[in-house]
């Protein structure tokens, strides 16, 4: 009886440490609590024009460093017949950040995932500071470019 007690003991703790929230490999201490883009003019909220202005929004659940680089990103949906798009800057740390971009006129019209990453950086935010990333997350929502 003493044995089977001290087994169910053992695989209760085994349970209970295997189920703690530090099982995410990216040891992510940030995340993205909100992520939303808006257009100039919206008839289709779900559709963006070459060349259009999108301010994105991201509210972030951490301030713990000194700057975020965050990258607003396009990706081709299917990952074939269109360009990849970036936008990248370090700004500094705050659980709100806004910027406004334009489409490229190059973009391929199709379907895409438009989404945001956010890195935690320490230090100034310079470029040698992204050797030391502690945190990331990532949001993504379906788009058509026309």
Known sequence: MKIKNILTCLFMGLVLLSCSGDDDASGNDVSI???????????????LTRGSKVRFEVRTSSIRNSYYNVTLFLEPENGKGQNQWY?????????????????????TPGNYNIGVSVQEINGSGSDDDMLNIPSYARKIKKVTIR
């Open 33 to 47: 609590d909100t992520f939303r883009y808006t257009v100039e003019t919206v008839e289709n909220p779900g559709t």
């Open 87 to 107: 936008f990248n800057k370090n700004f500094p740390a705050s659980q709100f950040i806004s910027e406004e971009v334009l489409i490229p006129e190059s973009a």
